[in-house]
């Protein structure tokens, strides 16, 4: 299952301007893209604020998943591959999620992160959106820019190879699963003919 | 409640007892069990087992009574057509229709006679599968049916040999249960959920 990460957003991030219509959008473009998006807390907190005007994640076709406490501290404290060993041990309702993308605010820091992943916005580089050295920066802007140019064409050959893997081991099960079944209906058939034939002359005497 | 499936002892031959009306079984559905239902055949010749020989709703594996009674009376003869009318060819639920198959399965039943059942179903059913060619497959239309009912359509379709059917519940049973809500007879589909898949594990 394809799972993107918005690690990185506060609450002020979606200041100044109206903070439930930027997050409503971010969570739109991300539903076109992922499956799955876990959230850092502060996130997870403001997308609970805007509930009632998405109404809920599944109707946008994904599944806002709960918050990851032990992502505080974002993977530039712990490492990706720690990072990674506790998000692949995180389970939500049974499911296991893994990690495919990792989008960071602010980081550029590349050893953090999975290959496919980016940062929205390199350390050194000019903020996209507001003036240098605040964190009030415009998330839709910035979400749009992660699967727009020049990203575009790499998240998408990546979600693309996902999508070809998850169809491909999705028709395998089903097929295994239907293998199975007509294997054990070949057993039972042949076992029934054979008694038909065993008992079609007479039946035993106490059945009579 | 217990069904006695009471082999015969007099001419009138053996009864199967329920809550509801008594259902008879005369020596020639005796022969018809027995060419039908492999667990059936395996119970009537063994002489070692105390009669009458009792065939009880197993609620862990989602069959009841009504499951077990519908076998009996229906195992090796051909299953009416949605097109007909009167009684057998009422209208059942998704729950009812798995705990059928679930009997079937139990009781090791050529399914084949049964194919009928499946046309039986009370409302059409779409699973959002319809993804299209340009969309990612976890981009399907939000379900229109619990968990449960999900996974006991997949456990139908598999059962009734519903290839088709069966590949496209489970892709989205795959995607949509979250915790094993299935009780059915059938091993292989006992731990059906999103864990299932290896990709997400």
């Known amino acids: 299952m394809p799972v993107c990460i918005l690690a990185g957003l506060k609450y002020n991030d979606a200041l100044p301007a109206k903070r439930s219509l930027y997050l409503q959008q971010v969570f739109e473009l991300m539903a076109a893209h992922v499956a799955a998006?876990?959230?850092?807390?502060a996130t997870w907190d403001i997308g609970n604020k805007i509930q009632r005007r998405i109404r809920d994640s599944e109707k946008l076709g994904f599944q806002l998943v709960a918050t990851l406490e032990d992502l505080r501290g974002e993977a530039k404290l712990v490492g990706w591959d720690q990072c990674k060993e506790k998000l692949l041990r995180f389970?939500?309702?049974?499911?296991?999620y893994?990690?495919?993308?990792?989008?960071?605010?602010?980081?550029?820091?590349?050893?953090v992160l999975p290959p496919s992943s980016t940062s929205l916005q390199?350390?050194?580089?000019?903020?996209?959106?507001?003036?240098?050295?605040?964190?009030?920066?415009?998330?839709?802007?910035?979400?749009?820019?992660?699967?727009?140019?020049p990203y575009k064409d790499?998240?998408?050959?990546?979600?693309g190879r996902i999508d070809a893997q998850l169809r491909a081991e999705q028709t395998a099960l089903a097929s295994s699963l239907i293998d199975e079944r007509d294997r054990i209906l070949q057993e039972w058939k042949g076992s029934l003919q054979q008694i038909q034939v065993v008992q079609s002359p007479e039946l035993p005497a106490e059945l009579g | 409640m217990m069904?006695?499936?009471?082999?015969?002892s007099s001419a009138k031959g053996p009864v199967v007892l329920s809550s509801g009306q008594p259902l008879r079984i005369t020596r020639n559905d005796l022969l018809r069990l027995e060419k039908c239902s492999v667990h059936l055949r395996d119970l009537l010749q063994n002489r070692y087992l105390p009669r009458p020989i009792p065939l009880a709703p197993d609620y862990d594996e989602d069959i009841d009574a009504d499951a077990i009674k519908y076998l009996l009376k229906n195992l090796g003869h051909p299953e009416p057509r949605s097109g007909g009318s009167g009684r057998g060819t009422r209208k059942i639920g998704i729950d009812q229709l798995s705990r059928r198959c679930n009997a079937l399965w139990?009781?090791?039943?050529?399914?084949?006679t049964f194919g009928g059942l499946w046309e039986r179903l009370d409302r059409p059913w779409e699973l959002g599968t319809g993804v299209d060619w340009h969309e990612y497959c976890w981009r399907r239309p939000p379900p229109k049916f619990s968990e449960r009912e999900t996974l006991q359509y997949a456990n139908a379709a598999w059962v009734l040999?519903?290839?088709?059917?069966?590949?496209?519940?489970?892709?989205?049973?795959?995607?949509?249960?979250?915790?094993?809500?299935?009780?059915?007879?059938?091993?292989?589909?006992?731990?059906?959920?999103s864990k299932s898949c290896p990709c997400a594990s």
């Open chain 2, 3 to 8: 069904i006695s499936f009471v082999i015969p």
């Open chain 1, 98 to 111: 893994q990690v495919d993308l990792v989008l960071l605010k602010d980081t550029s820091d590349s050893s």
């Open chain 1, 154 to 159: 790499e998240v998408r050959k990546m979600l």
């Open chain 2, 161 to 193: 040999e519903k290839n088709d059917v069966f590949t496209q519940a489970i892709q989205s049973a795959v995607w949509d249960s979250r915790e094993d809500t299935l009780r059915t007879a059938i091993t292989a589909l006992k731990g059906i959920t």
């Open chain 1, 37 to 41: 998006l876990m959230t850092s807390k």
């Open chain 2, 106 to 112: 139990y009781y090791r039943c050529d399914p084949t």
């Open chain 1, 91 to 96: 389970s939500v309702y049974g499911f296991v």
């Open chain 1, 122 to 149: 390199d350390s050194d580089a000019t903020p996209i959106y507001g003036p240098k050295n605040t964190t009030t920066i415009n998330v839709r802007r910035l979400v749009k820019r992660i699967f727009g140019d």
